[in-house]
C-alpha cells in the first residue's frame, strides 16, 4: 500500500503548482494543506489507482492533503459497490477530518454514489446523525449525502425534516446547502 501512496504523492508533486494552489485557496477558502493539483489529474489518478481499493482510501485520507482526502473519496466512489458496509464505514471514519467544502461535496456526491440505490436507508442514517453534529462540516454533509435524493419527490418530507434544523444555522457553508438542496426543489429535481 505504501508504495501505491509513494507513487500517487510523486505524481501529485509533479503536477503541483503555484498558479493552481492559488486558485485553490481562492476557490476553498480556509486553512487546508494542498499541493495545488487540478482535478483532471486526480480523475486520472483515481481510475489508475483504483486497484488500491479501500486500504489505498483509506491511507490518502490519513495522508491528510486536500488532493489526497478528494482522492481518497474518488477511489471510494469507484469501489464502493464491492463492499457498500465498508464504504460506509469509511464515511463514518472520513467524516470527522473534512476541512473543507470541496471535500465535503464529493465525499456526499461521489464516496457513495454506486450504492445511492441499494443503501438508501443507511445513507438518510447517516445524514440524520450528522445533522445534529457539533461540527459544521458534518452538518453540510448531512445535507449532501441526500442531495441526489432530491429527485425522487416521495423523499422530500425526509429531506426537509433534514433542512429545518439547519435553515438558521450560523455556519455560511451550511446555509449554503440548505439554500442548493432548496434550489433542487424548486428545480423540480
Given at each position: 500500500?505504501?508504495?501505491?501512496?509513494?507513487?500517487?504523492?510523486?505524481?501529485?508533486?509533479?503536477?503541483?503548482?503555484?498558479?493552481?494552489?492559488?486558485?485553490?485557496?481562492?476557490?476553498?477558502?480556509?486553512e487546508m494543506k494542498a499541493y495545488g493539483v487540478r482535478m483532471p489529474v486526480l480523475n486520472e489518478l483515481a481510475k489508475a489507482y483504483k486497484s488500491g481499493g479501500f486500504e489505498l482510501a483509506e491511507a490518502l485520507?490519513?495522508?491528510?492533503?486536500?488532493?489526497?482526502?478528494?482522492?481518497a473519496v474518488?477511489?471510494?466512489?469507484?469501489?464502493?459497490?464491492?463492499?457498500?458496509?465498508?464504504?460506509?464505514?469509511?464515511?463514518?471514519?472520513?467524516?470527522?477530518?473534512?476541512d473543507n467544502w470541496a471535500v465535503c461535496d464529493a465525499m456526499g456526491m461521489q464516496g457513495l454514489k454506486p450504492i445511492l440505490k441499494t443503501h438508501q436507508q443507511d445513507i438518510f442514517a447517516l445524514a440524520k446523525k450528522?445533522?445534529?453534529?457539533?461540527?459544521?462540516?458534518?452538518?453540510?454533509?448531512?445535507?449532501?449525502?441526500?442531495?441526489?435524493?432530491?429527485?425522487?419527490?416521495?423523499?422530500h418530507p425526509e429531506i426537509k425534516q433534514l433542512i429545518k434544523p439547519l435553515e438558521n444555522d450560523p455556519e455560511y457553508y451550511v446555509r449554503k446547502a440548505v439554500t442548493w438542496i432548496n434550489k433542487n426543489f424548486a428545480k423540480g429535481k
Amino acid at each position: 500500500m505504501s508504495e501505491q501512496l509513494n507513487a500517487i504523492q510523486k505524481i501529485l508533486k509533479a503536477n503541483s503548482n503555484a498558479e493552481a494552489l492559488e486558485a485553490q485557496q481562492k476557490f476553498v477558502p480556509g486553512e487546508m494543506k494542498a499541493y495545488g493539483v487540478r482535478m483532471p489529474v486526480l480523475n486520472e489518478l483515481a481510475k489508475a489507482y483504483k486497484s488500491g481499493g479501500f486500504e489505498l482510501a483509506e491511507a490518502l485520507w490519513k495522508s491528510g492533503m486536500m488532493e489526497e482526502k478528494i482522492l481518497a473519496v474518488k477511489i471510494l466512489g469507484l469501489v464502493a459497490k464491492k463492499d457498500p458496509e465498508r464504504s460506509l464505514k469509511l464515511i463514518r471514519f472520513f467524516a470527522p477530518g473534512i476541512d473543507n467544502w470541496a471535500v465535503c461535496d464529493a465525499m456526499g456526491m461521489q464516496g457513495l454514489k454506486p450504492i445511492l440505490k441499494t443503501h438508501q436507508q443507511d445513507i438518510f442514517a447517516l445524514a440524520k446523525k450528522y445533522n445534529r453534529s457539533t461540527n459544521f462540516w458534518e452538518r453540510r454533509l448531512s445535507l449532501v449525502l441526500v442531495e441526489w435524493y432530491t429527485r425522487i419527490p416521495e423523499l422530500h418530507p425526509e429531506i426537509k425534516q433534514l433542512i429545518k434544523p439547519l435553515e438558521n444555522d450560523p455556519e455560511y457553508y451550511v446555509r449554503k446547502a440548505v439554500t442548493w438542496i432548496n434550489k433542487n426543489f424548486a428545480k423540480g429535481k
